[in-house]
């Protein structure tokens, strides 16, 4: 396994993490145990969730399945660095009107010991926000994440779905207050969705914010398993497989030309961008988990690199060159 500091803090993680959305609507408890053991014996100690996780009416299920995990002991919550994510409602009819989607003092406060209870643990490595919430400041929004660090519940501050300003804005608040600020952003970035190479990859290097992409195989567009055919598909995955065809072909054969299939390559792609920390896999069985491992053994060359670039063109780098001077 290789490993990286996660932004510019000390703190170590594994160059993949873990993502644990499916564990419990799409994997079940014990394969869901299996998985995790797995990732453990590869050397990921990155693992990633969100309070919401479990689905309507089932909030928090994803984050009990690790707790009950966690508490077979065996070294297991000390191997991990753990991170959770709070902006959405909990269906939670104690929390009324603040149960709405967004943050503030109240719903942090609440929200992360609803985690530390259904994690059964007594701390969070990386707590984050699941999106930016403007209607709230940042003075009281850095307050809050204060007290939780002073109280010893969480030792970083990360977020997700936010613009480049967003987290310039927020480390600019942070500096303020003397406070360390974000050490990372989740954001989408993959082969299909090349946007944030225009300002939230230029701003988080800028800032030591690492970047942890989620959704790197695009829903599976990006998966080898995306022109057979196979495996069930909603009809609008149907429709996009269809428009993004012809990329989709040139990809494969690009994949074959390499030897390797084509979800190996587009996480070893996220791999090669010093700006990504880890990119977040997640998988439903033990054999995906398998084959994402194989993407940290695979170096891409400038060859492939440059036909990466004619089939999934990107914004032509950052902003304002991309579309300047």
């Known amino acids: 396994m290789q490993y990286t500091t996660l932004g510019r803090s000390g703190l170590k993680v594994s160059r993949l993490c873990l993502g644990t959305m499916n564990f ?96 059964q643990t007594d701390h969070i490595e990386l707590y984050q926000m699941h ?16 007290v939780a660090r002073y109280q010893g519940k969480i030792d970083y501050v990360g977020a997700s779905n936010f613009a480049g300003w967003h987290l310039a804005v927020a480390q600019a608040a942070a500096k303020a207050r003397n406070f360390f600020g974000l050490v990372s952003e989740q954001h989408k970035y993959h082969l299909l969705c090349r946007e944030p190479e225009l300002e939230v990859l230029p701003c988080a290097q800028a800032h030591g914010i690492g970047v942890i992409p989620w959704s790197p195989l695009a829903g599976g567009l990006l998966g080898r398993n995306a022109l057979t055919g196979s495996g069930q598909r909603t009809a609008r995955a149907k429709e996009e497989i269809e428009r993004l065809r012809p990329k989709l072909e040139a990809f494969k054969k690009l994949c074959d030309e390499i030897g390797e299939p084509q979800d190996v390559v587009a996480l070893a792609w996220l791999l090669h961008n010093p700006a990504v920390t880890a990119p977040i896999i997640g998988p439903r069985t033990l054999d995906q988990l398998e084959a994402n491992l194989r993407a940290l053994e695979v170096k891409l060359d400038d060859e492939a690199l440059k036909r990466l670039d004619e089939i999934f063109p990107g914004p032509g780098g950052p902003a304002p060159e991309a579309y300047a001077w």
């Not at 394969?31 to 990921?44: K, P, Q, S, T, V």
């Not at 930016?132 to 850095?142: G, Y």
């Open 24 to 119: 419990g609507p799409e994997t079940e408890e014990k394969e869901a145990f299996r998985i995790m053991d797995a990732a453990l014996d590869a050397g990921i100690n990155f693992f990633d969730t969100a309070n919401v996780y479990g689905g309507p009416g089932h909030r928090g299920w994803t984050e009990e399945i690790i707790g009950r995990w966690f508490a077979q002991g065996g070294g297991r919550r000390e191997r991990v660095v753990l991170a959770t994510k709070v902006y959405n409602p909990m269906e939670d009819p104690l929390d009324g009107p603040n149960d709405g989607r967004g943050l503030s003092a109240y719903k942090i406060r609440r929200h992360l010991e609803g985690s530390l209870r259904r994690l």
């Open 131 to 146: 999106h930016v919430d403007l209607s709230v400041s940042w003075d009281e929004l850095w307050e809050a994440f204060e």
